[in-house]
């Protein structure tokens, strides 16, 4: 298990660690650190709509310039790498950002695909979906 975990992170940090030369507007305006200002679960089937920001007081995620990216979370430090891209959706274009991290001692993988992300200069919004089930996260600048 351990040996599938590493290869995933490897071919993360290979194919995201090809960045071009300049990053994108969306890019700029990700890179520095965020702390989670709100996390919403919302679930389709049983019509629960939660708020657990509790679970993320005091974790903050760091973008940095070259595509690393860390995530100090619940007393754990949490290395790896992030990207953007575009993808098309019924006609529209959303950005998603992938966040692609391992705990630094136990190798635990944590995978942040969000979705239909907006950026603006101190507010990052964004959606992460798995079947009917919907998080919905507000980050804050540092």
Request: with cysteine.
């Amino acid at each position: 298990m351990k040996t599938i975990i590493k290869i995933l992170i490897i071919c993360s940090v290979v194919f995201v660690g090809c960045r071009k030369d300049e990053l994108s507007f969306t890019e700029k305006k990700i890179a520095g650190e965020w702390e989670f200002e709100k996390v919403k679960y919302n679930d389709a089937n049983i019509i629960l709509n939660e708020d657990i920001t509790s679970d993320y007081s005091g974790s903050i995620l760091t973008f940095f310039n070259d595509g690393t990216a860390n995530f100090n979370h619940q007393n754990k430090i949490y290395e790896g790498v992030w990207e953007v891209s575009i993808n098309p959706q019924q006609n529209d274009a959303y950005e998603n950002l992938t966040v692609t991290l391992s705990e630094i001692n136990s190798n635990e993988v944590l995978l942040f695909n969000f979705n239909n992300v907006s950026v603006t200069k101190n507010i990052i919004w964004a959606h992460k979906y798995n079947y009917n089930k919907r998080f919905t996260y507000k980050l804050k600048r540092k």
